[in-house]
């Protein structure tokens, strides 16, 4: 038996994780920033709201099968983008989207990955997302959003609410940057990670050395542990775009001929103007409580977004997603589908493919259980009656 078959929720894959990962790789993944109230209310506004049971009713019959962009998918959810899913296993973003393409929902690559977007295309099967950080010099993104497009990705997803920087003290605390910057504390942490230091780091070694952030373009692909002090600003980070406008959405919109997405919308009339842009579908998203610490949690800004969008492109919503049930609520409070971040990734953690896998198929039984007990058969019929006292009614 193999520790997955041990693993009965989300929490126990993340156990598995933590016990896997050296601290500064699970504590990065794990937590969120500053004094982690986005990512603790995220899970807590969650929580707080309840779903009615519907009962003496035909549940003989539930189906999870959803449209994401005119196209059917298993389930309404798609794999959020993450960049250290490659420092969670050995090529885990890869993992990542062979699991997805099993269970039959969409995989989105980040910008940060460590595998090539080519290898993904060729080899892992399914449907494909890139996600994008746009760099200073816009050229740069011009060129891996092309790339992209060359490589049949379905969707470009454009995230926008990284600001300045997250302040993850965590992580400064743990030794852990990208790039990764070795010392003392960092070394120990990896030496006492055996399994990890042979089976994700030595994976590496053997196949060419240092993870690298294989998707940047030419100047910004160092090696995990690149040479800071070699960047122009010093900076242990790519130099992102500060000043954006949305003449960059209309820029994207031209140069990539399949679906837009932006990703960190979280107000209304944010939304709108994407409408108006042509974009294909927002993702209310607070970066799974990594950014900004004094954001609301999505699904509190969901209805009213909604409301401002009224059909006119899709919505997905992600940050807190743990259960089934959580899906379910997204979906109630109006939602077209949900994205996975840490669910999966911890599945990832835990037993790369086999754990995302597991991660998924946990998330879809407990999302066909709930549905059951609110007596809806269908993920288009679930609606807003199904809240009790619904706190999110303004
Ligand atoms: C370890 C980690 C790395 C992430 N990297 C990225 C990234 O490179 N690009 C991005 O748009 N979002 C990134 N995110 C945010 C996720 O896409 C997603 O918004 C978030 O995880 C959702 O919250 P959840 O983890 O509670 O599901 C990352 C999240 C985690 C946990």
Redesign the pocket.
């Known amino acids: 038996m193999s520790q997955l078959d041990h693993c009965y929720n989300i929490a126990d894959l993340r156990n598995v994780a933590k016990k896997r990962l050296p601290r500064g790789v699970f504590d990065?993944?794990?937590k969120g920033t500053e004094d982690m109230m986005s990512?603790s209310n995220?899970?807590n506004v969650m929580r707080e709201i309840k779903l009615l049971n519907k009962v003496i009713t035909d549940i003989s019959d539930v189906k999870l099968d959803a449209n994401i962009f005119d196209r059917p998918a298993a389930m309404p959810l798609a794999i959020?983008?993450?960049?250290?899913?490659g420092l969670a296993w050995y090529e885990g973003e890869f993992e990542l989207a062979k699991a997805a393409a099993r269970a039959g929902v969409p995989f989105?690559l980040?910008?940060?990955?460590n595998t090539p977007m080519e290898k993904l295309a060729n080899e892992a099967g399914g449907r494909l997302w890139m996600?994008l950080?746009m760099w200073k010099e816009k050229d740069y993104s011009d060129e891996l959003v092309k790339k992209a497009a060359r490589n049949g990705f379905e969707a470009l997803?454009w995230?926008v609410?990284i600001g300045h920087g997250a302040n993850r003290e965590h992580n400064l605390r743990n030794g852990f940057a990208t790039p990764y910057v070795l010392n003392t504390k960092s070394l120990i942490d990896m030496l006492i990670h055996p399994v990890w230091l042979s089976c994700v780091m030595g994976r590496y070694f053997l196949n060419g050395g240092m993870p690298r952030h294989v998707n940047y373009p030419k100047g910004y692909q160092m090696p995990i542990t690149g040479n800071v002090s070699k960047l122009e600003d010093k900076k242990p980070t790519t130099k992102r775009a500060d000043k954006l406008s949305w003449d960059d959405v209309d820029r994207l919109r031209d140069i990539f001929p399949g679906k837009l997405l932006i990703?960190?919308i979280m107000r209304p009339d944010d939304a709108a103007e994407a409408i108006e842009h042509g974009v294909d579908g927002i993702?209310i998203?607070?970066?799974?409580?990594?950014n900004m610490d004094s954001a609301p949690a999505p699904v509190q800004v969901l209805p009213e977004i909604v409301r401002a969008v009224n059909g006119k492109m899709t919505v997905f919503v992600?940050?807190?997603?743990?259960r089934g049930s959580d899906i379910v609520k997204c979906l109630a409070l109006g939602a077209d589908a949900v994205?996975?971040?840490?669910?999966t990734?911890y599945g990832t953690a835990a037993g790369g493919e086999a754990g995302a896998v597991k991660a998924i198929s946990l998330l879809k039984d407990e999302m066909k259980r709930t549905m059951a007990y609110i007596g809806t058969q269908r993920v288009t019929e679930i609606d807003d009656d199904v809240i009790w006292n619904n706190p999110l009614n303004s």
């Open positions: 990065y993944i794990d990512l995220n899970l959020a983008p993450t960049g250290t899913a989105t980040a910008t940060g990955s996600q950080y997803l995230t609410d990703k960190g993702v998203s607070n970066h799974g409580g990594r992600d940050s807190g997603i743990r994205l996975a971040g840490r669910a990734l």
